[in-house]
């Protein structure tokens, strides 16, 4: 069984960065796609990132575009979330998601596995 924990979450400034972390465990890391979501208060669960098994490819909310980065360390059995240029919108509750088969990334019901989130708040 594939276990997710995600870390790093916290209270940041407008403008301000934070990475989070999602430590994979149970099954074979670079045998899966990992996604990172996102949920606000009384909104639905929203795509944010996602990566391919070995890094090659990444994909992007467009509200997130140019301002996130998702990564992976296959060694560390780790993906990461670098998020810089923050704004109170990105408020939520971070996700990371797996799964072993490419197919509609942006979509919450894609993934198999999920971790139990960590909470991002940006706020002055």
């Known amino acids: 069984q594939v276990q997710l924990v995600e870390s790093g979450g916290g209270l940041v400034q407008p403008g301000g960065s934070l990475r989070l972390s999602c430590a994979f465990s149970?099954?074979?890391?670079?045998?899966?796609?990992m996604g990172w979501f996102r949920q606000a208060p009384g909104k639905e669960r929203e795509f944010v990132a996602a990566?391919?098994?070995?890094?090659?490819?990444?994909y992007y909310a467009d509200s997130v575009k140019g301002r996130f980065t998702i990564s992976r360390d296959n060694a560390k059995n780790t993906v990461y979330l670098q998020m810089n240029s923050l704004k109170p919108e990105d408020t939520a509750v971070y996700y990371c998601?797996?799964?072993?088969?490419?197919?509609?990334?942006?979509?919450?019901?894609?993934?198999?596995?999920w971790g139990q989130g960590t909470q991002v708040t940006v706020s002055s």
């Open positions: 149970g099954r074979t890391f670079s045998s899966y796609i």
């Open positions: 990566i391919t098994w070995n890094g090659g490819s990444t």
């Open positions: 998601a797996a799964d072993r088969v490419f197919n509609r990334l942006h979509r919450d019901d894609s993934y198999e596995f």
